[in-house]
């Protein structure tokens, strides 16, 4: 939630602001904002509400300086506008400031020190800065110690990089929660909360650790603790590509992203199973994990729902039980835990901060912790005791697929290798190989016919408001993601339910033509399930039914290879993506960026 970059050292620091802030306009994209200084007296101070292609177009070409910073916003407190838009300043206008996070005590912290200074926005952030401004101009404090006694007064989240109009040749910043790098680049230093955004400037990063301060010029970084305690740390290496971050011919994210599924199967079965096709796991993982008496699954929204799928997998190949929690709710509310338990986080971006605040206290508790990301060095996975990565390749559009997809097969990477370390049968004579091969190569199919998913999204979603997602065991699973995935991008209110649960309620809302989309994969429920379509078909639903060959009959509009049950999402779920992207783009909308969300979601 929000992106922040900044610059120091380079001669087209307005280009590189631009085009950083396009990169992470995933993480926000309601105001932005950008601050330059050319080290000679001139500044400008640039802010537009909407995307960041307005606020390059308000950007005149002399704003130019060897120092900035910029901001793409994801609104928390106050409406999206110019003024509450970043760079924050102090009255004084010498404090330039942009943040992502939360305050949680601005209102207490504006009370006790503040109660004379005129604020000009609603958000938390002008606290910061204000604060700030007041230490140096009232306490004689410098900079640096004012912004360290400012966030030892600070309770909340905060990535942030602070300009001193008088020390042009600065850049202070500070972390806790939020992500931020430091990139070590050849002319100057780059500071940002993605790599993605500089990934041409550099491969070389300075990782932030929670409650750490630095001061980045040109060709130095002084790094502190809160405390003031000086810090050494060697940078890490982190590559991007180009064909990794542009839409190539692709007119969206979205559907380059749903494309790339057969292929991320594939090279998840390269990167982790050996040529016979046994899993390559690290031992003391799979030691630790057999040790475990239950495993905690916990994610947020798709990962959540992968996290579902992970359940039965693992219960199925491992016999070791399994509990899934939604992240912001697992976090105030723990279960009674097991004697030995072991906690897998299951998150793309690896920064969700309701993940994170659950890692932090299973950690606290001395439990053991795995984190299977997309992000080789997020936070999630640098601060767990072990981690997986997706091998999915950055995930731009918002709505997650194809980091749905790997997390499945990476759990079942996991499930196959643990039970087989266990011994069990089940899982010994299970071939993954030929499960992931026969995944890739029907996604392959599905996303092959994309005529034929624009026409049943016209037919089926075009026209309602409404739209239902229904399905037992596994495909109740489906029934959930795929129902996310219309919502988020269509906004058409729908709901995924599982199907015995229709006649207890919900079966009320089925009115004619409203889309009812059935997913039929699992053949001990098949019947059942068969008998709800009657259900809703007899009360003039249009109905969708997405069987798997085994369980297929005459009508059914789409049916799939059969792979293991437990697999079938690998195929149910392209096809939930497919329709909601369709469904999406007939309405005109903006499919990579819907409203009121961001890819990285780093508040709780
Ligand atoms: O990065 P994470 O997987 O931890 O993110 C969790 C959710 O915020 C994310 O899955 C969100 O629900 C997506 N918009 C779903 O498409």
């Known amino acids: 939630m929000c992106g922040i970059v900044g610059a120091i050292g380079y001669e087209t620091t307005t280009e590189i602001l631009l085009k950083g802030l396009e990169r992470l306009e995933y993480r926000g994209y309601d105001s932005a904002g950008l601050y330059i200084n050319d080290q000679t007296g001139h500044d400008y101070l640039v802010k537009t509400v909407g995307k960041i292609a307005t606020l390059k177009s308000a950007v005149k070409p002399t ?14 407190h106050g409406q999206p506008s110019e003024a509450n838009a970043h760079p924050q300043f102090s009255t004084s206008q010498r404090f330039y400031l942009v943040h992502n996070g939360v305050i949680n005590n601005f209102t207490a912290l504006k009370q006790q020190y503040l109660a004379d200074t005129h604020f000009a926005s609603q958000t938390d ?56 790098l430091i990139g070590l680049g050849e002319q100057g230093n780059v500071v940002t909360s993605d790599a993605l955004a500089t990934y041409d400037l550099t491969d070389q990063y300075l990782e932030l650790h929670d409650q750490e301060i630095a001061a980045v010029s040109a060709d130095q970084v002084q790094l502190l603790t809160l405390q003031g305690a000086s810090q050494t740390r060697q940078p890490i290496t982190i590559t991007v590509t180009d064909g990794e971050v542009s839409k190539g011919t692709y007119p969206t994210y979205m559907l380059k992203e749903i494309d790339e599924q057969p292929a991320v199967m594939r090279r998840i079965s390269q990167k982790y199973l050996t040529a016979a096709g046994e899993p390559q796991i690290d031992p003391n993982l799979l030691t630790a ?33 399994v509990e899934v929690g939604v992240a912001s709710e697992f976090g105030y509310h723990w279960p009674i ?33 795995l984190v299977i990301t997309n992000v080789t060095n997020s936070t999630l996975a640098r601060e767990s005791d072990f981690h997986l990565d997706l091998y999915a390749g950055p995930e731009i559009a918002v709505a997650s697929t194809k980091a749905y997809t790997a997390q499945i097969a990476v759990e079942a990477v996991l499930a196959k290798a643990l ?38 999204a016209n037919n089926f979603l075009g026209a309602s408001q409404d739209a239902f997602y229904l399905g037992r065991g596994i495909d109740y699973d489906v029934s959930l993601e795929a129902a996310l995935k219309l919502k988020e991008i269509s906004y058409v209110h729908t709901e995924g339910f599982a199907a015995g649960e229709l006649k207890h309620g919900t079966i009320a809302l089925i009115e004619e033509n409203v889309p009812v989309i059935t997913f039929i994969t699992e053949a001990s429920t098949a019947g059942h399930t068969r008998g709800n379509v009657q259900e809703v078909l007899a009360r003039g639903a249009q109905v969708l039914v997405i069987a798997s060959e085994d369980c297929q009959q005459a009508d059914d509009q789409i049916v799939l290879p059969q792979l293991t049950p437990e697999l079938m999402p690998l195929l149910t779920g392209v096809c939930g993506q497919l329709l909601a992207y369709y469904a999406t783009l007939q309405r005109g909308l903006n499919v990579d960026q819907p409203r009121n969300l961001a890819k990285s979601v780093t508040v709780e």
């Open 337 to 369: 835990l097991a004697q030995h338990p072991f906690f897998i986080f299951l998150s793309q971006s690896g920064e969700t901060a309701d993940s994170r605040q659950v890692l932090i206290e299973a950690k606290r508790r001395g439990l053991p912790t």
């Open 289 to 321: 994990l057999a040790q475990a008496d239950r495993l905690y699954f916990v994610a947020a929204g798709t990962s959540y729902h992968a996290s579902l799928v992970g359940k039965r997998l693992f219960e199925k190949f491992t016999q070791i039980p």
């Open 419 to 456: 039970g087989t370390y266990l011994k069990l049968p089940a899982a010994e004579e299970w071939s993954l190989q030929t499960q992931l091969g026969l995944a890739a190569n029907g996604m392959e199919t599905l996303v092959d016919n994309k005529q034929g998913w624009s026409d049943l």
């Open 125 to 180: 952030t002008e606290v910061l800065v204000q604060l700030i401004a007041k230490f140096v101009e009232q306490e004689q404090l410098t900079t640096l110690a004012a912004l360290q006694k400012t966030l030892q007064l600070v309770n909340g989240s905060y990535a942030l990089i602070l300009v001193d109009r008088d020390q042009p040749d600065q850049l202070y910043i500070a972390k806790n929660k939020s992500p931020l």
């Open 63 to 76: 704003v130019q300086g060897s120092l900035g910073i910029a901001h793409t916003r994801w609104a928390t």
